[in-house]
């Protein structure tokens, strides 16, 4: 007996999955399956004839489940959805199966294979669809506000993007003055103007703007309500013992990184004369005319790239990724330090130059002036120790050159710069108050870098800058930019629908054990007592609202109580059963 | 297609892979958008976060028919779990416990990283396996633990 009443369309996607699997078979073999009441395929399922062919069909032959064979859900959920949406079909009772680029492309070598497999895929769709119950997104209003915490280069500029589309910024910074890294360096590439200029003519900016207000010396102590109306509670040094509570839609981290600081000894750090980059920056800001330090003058400059990245993995706490933005920084250092002496000597020990896209032509142009590059292999770094003789020079630099076959070179240096990677900022308890995302090396993790890369799983909770990865000024104002178009596009709208695929307690199954309280890493997990009695009986439930649907929980309750909408434990077993089925051909 | 081409690919080791939304499926597609070939007999079931697959749908998974499991987990590109790799680990364990009463071979339950753009290295991991489970032959001996 027939209980459901399913659609299936199998794509040709013009050859890109019929020239490999034999579509009209699988359309075939899926008709004779119980629940399916229509099985056709389609050249273009995507197309919106098929598009408005299924409409009909679902109306005609008054269908409750949807099932699409073609391309990858990344691409075509949406436009699906939307299909059984305005057929009058709940939308999450829609199966996107991917038999293109997890079946036809991946195995044009075996139409056979692919073909079968296809099939097996289909099934488990039409299995998994006949589970589905309809749901509903829960509708939230939003509040035109957006609270950007950070004011680096990347929220300066996030919040006067915001203000001119007309959504309302609250900027927390928790200094003294908004600026960030920027308005401490000595010179920045790309960019005309000087660094404090830059940055004062944000300042001015953002003082122009009424939407948008500063709040500095400040912090976010605390985060409630939901996506669209989070209350933020915000703390003012001056004025601690009154925190301020304010309502605002979506909320962009701009916390931005620090430097990594070398341990003393490290590449002779501590002696007089080793300096990290930004503590060279310092001295180069301060220096007019001629450049020295402590009085001396210097004549001979050597860079160690580098320094606290890309270390080796065997390290405990290592930062093992590039920092991007040092190698340009350096050469564009040095080519300001020649401003200053044109006959400066400036030796470049490098593990590889990744002044990559246009810096090319700074490092050629570095080349001209005179800078001289050398090589070095990472388990044979430099070492850096003070001179014997207290004469001119002050420091010895000695360094296997692999271009000149791994000769050692002495180099007497007045100054050695340590040119030092980012590392994430330490903010244990803003990551606490806003469950970020922490991911490797210790930077924040949006949901795909390429895909959806300012968005955290956190809803109306975005990303930008630095705290990322590391980033470039320029790669930084890109990210918050991004993040303001995101947060103005969902606000604008005045409503949000949240997913509604998000775990859920089922109360008959629930034997009230508590271990899944602890489980949810967004605290979406609450109970309650039934009765007026604290220490009585108890219900476990799930606020739809803040669940992130991860499905963490699923698997620490012992009684199976727990399942995430649309992937709950009954619909993968059915999934399971459809892809073991051996496909019988129809009579 | 000869008749002993059909025999080679139902004799090819059947593989389920728990691939999550956000990470490895992009990986996975990748690898056909590549046209990198493997074994038409791996699919996929994709879900939101690999820490939470259930250990009794893995041993369904094993009891009802494939030959192996492999989980494909975020790793540290989890964008909802900072202890994602743990969970899911701890998770596994438990269902090597149940594999080892019930006498299945551990090597048919596998777990990797696979990011979005781990093309290669997942039809690398999914062949292994495969070649790997052809070895050990036929699921068969074990008491399937039903
Ligand atoms: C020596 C050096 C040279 C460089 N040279 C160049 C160059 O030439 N060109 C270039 O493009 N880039 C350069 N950079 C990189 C550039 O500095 C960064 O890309 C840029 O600063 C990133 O901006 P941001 O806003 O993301 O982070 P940041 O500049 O770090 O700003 C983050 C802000 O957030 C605030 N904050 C942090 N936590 C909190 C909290 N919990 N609550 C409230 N506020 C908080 C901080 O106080 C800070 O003001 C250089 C960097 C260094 C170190
Ligand atoms: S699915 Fe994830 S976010 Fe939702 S309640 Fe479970 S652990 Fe929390
Ligand atoms: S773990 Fe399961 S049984 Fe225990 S309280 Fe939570 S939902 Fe109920």
Redesign the interface.
């Known amino acids: 007996m027939s209980q459901r009443r399913i659609g299936v369309y199998v794509c040709h996607c013009g050859g890109n999955i019929s020239d490999y699997v034999d579509v009209e078979q699988v359309a075939r073999e899926i008709g004779a399956e119980e629940d399916v009441v229509v099985a056709k395929t389609a050249m273009f399922t995507c197309s919106d004839a098929t598009q408005s062919e299924m409409e009909d069909d679902i109306r005609q032959f008054k269908l409750d489940g949807l099932v699409v064979a073609s391309c990858?859900?990344?691409l075509h959920t949406l436009t699906f959805r939307a299909v059984a949406e305005r057929a009058g079909l709940n939308p999450y009772q829609y199966t996107q199966v991917?038999v293109?680029?997890?079946?036809?492309?991946?195995?044009?070598?075996?139409?056979?294979?692919?073909t079968?497999?296809a099939e097996?895929?289909v099934q488990?769709g039409v299995a998994r669809t006949r589970l589905t119950e309809p749901l509903v997104p829960l509708k939230v209003e939003t509040v035109p506000r957006t609270l950007i915490i950070g004011g680096g280069i990347t929220g300066l500029r996030a919040a006067i993007g915001l203000a001119d589309i007309g959504i309302e910024v609250v900027l927390v910074e928790k200094e003294r003055e908004v600026g960030g890294w920027v308005d401490r360096l000595a010179t920045m590439h790309s960019s005309r103007q000087r660094p404090q200029e830059l940055i004062a003519g944000l300042r001015e900016a953002i003082h122009h703007r009424p939407g948008i207000t500063v709040f500095t010396e400040a912090q976010v102590i605390a985060k409630g309500g939901t996506f669209g109306n989070y209350e933020v509670t915000i703390a003012v040094r001056r004025n601690e013992d009154h925190p301020i509570s304010i309502h605002v839609g979506s909320i962009i981290v701009a916390t931005g990184f620090d430097v990594y600081q070398p341990e003393l000894g490290e590449y002779g750090y501590g002696i007089e004369g080793v300096l990290t980059l930004p503590e060279f920056q310092e001295v180069l800001r301060e220096s007019e005319g001629s450049l020295k330090y402590h009085g001396r003058p210097v004549e001979t400059i050597a860079y160690v790239y580098c320094v606290g990245s890309r270390e080796s993995e065997d390290q405990g706490d290592a930062h093992t990724y590039c920092s991007r933005y040092c190698c340009t920084a350096t050469v564009h250092t040095a080519l300001e330090v020649f401003k200053h002496n044109p006959k400066m000597r400036q030796y470049h020990l490098y593990r590889d130059m990744r002044t990559y896209g246009e810096y090319e032509l700074l490092y050629s142009e570095s080349r001209k002036k005179g800078s001289r590059y050398l090589k070095f292999a990472p388990e044979n770094p430099p070492s850096i120790q003070k001179a014997g003789e207290p004469k001119g020079e002050h420091l010895t630099v000695t360094v296997h050159d692999q271009l000149t076959s791994n000769q050692e070179l002495t180099i007497s240096a007045d100054l050695v710069v340590l040119v030092t990677g980012m590392i994430p900022r330490e903010n244990v308890d803003l990551v606490h108050t806003l469950k970020l995302?922490?991911?490797?090396g210790g930077f924040y993790?949006?949901?795909?870098?390429?895909?959806?890369p300012v968005e955290?799983?956190v809803d109306g909770v975005m990303l930008a800058g630095t705290c990322q990865n590391p980033k470039t000024a320029a790669e930084s104002v890109a990210a918050g930019l991004a993040a303001a178009t995101q947060s103005a596009s969902i606000l604008k709208k005045g409503q949000v629908q949240l997913d509604p695929?998000v775990a859920v307690i089922d109360e008959a199954r629930c034997n009230q054990c508590g271990e899944c309280l602890s489980a949810c890493?967004y605290e979406a997990i609450a109970s309650r007592p039934l009765t007026d009695d604290d220490k009585g009986p108890r219900r476990y439930v799930i606020n739809a609202a803040t669940c992130?649907?991860?499905?963490?929980?699923?698997?620490v309750c012992p009684v199976?109580a727990i399942g995430?909408k649309g992937?709950t434990?009954d619909e993968?077993?059915a999934?399971?059963?459809g892809?073991?089925r051996e496909v019988v051909a129809p009579v | 297609m000869t008749a002993s081409e059909t025999i080679k690919d139902t004799a090819l080791p059947r593989i389920l892979v728990f691939s999550t939304n956000n990470i490895s499926d992009p990986g996975v597609d990748l690898a056909g958008s590549a046209h990198l070939h493997y074994s038409p007999n791996v699919v996929t079931i994709s879900v939101p976060c690999s820490s939470g697959i259930r250990p009794s749908l893995i041993e369904y998974a094993l009891q009802e028919g494939f030959d192996g499991v492999f989980v494909a987990a975020d790793g540290e590109e989890c964008a909802y779990l900072s202890d994602c790799s743990e969970r899911t680990a701890r998770n596994l364990a438990t269902v090597q416990q149940w594999m080892e009463a019930h006498h299945w071979e551990p090597q048919r339950l596998r777990m990797g990283a696979i990011c979005s753009v781990c093309a290669e290295s997942f039809v690398s991991y999914v062949q292994g396996f495969s070649h790997t489970l052809a070895q050990l032959g036929p699921r068969g001996g074990q008491d399937h633990g039903v």
């Open positions: 990858s859900p990344k991917n293109r680029e997890q079946c036809s492309w991946a195995h044009t070598d075996d139409r056979e294979g692919a079968a497999k097996r895929l488990a995302p922490v991911g490797k993790n949006e949901i795909h870098p390429k895909l959806r955290t799983v695929q890493p992130k649907g991860c499905g963490g929980c699923v698997p199976e995430v992937y434990p993968i077993r999934m399971i059963d892809l073991l």
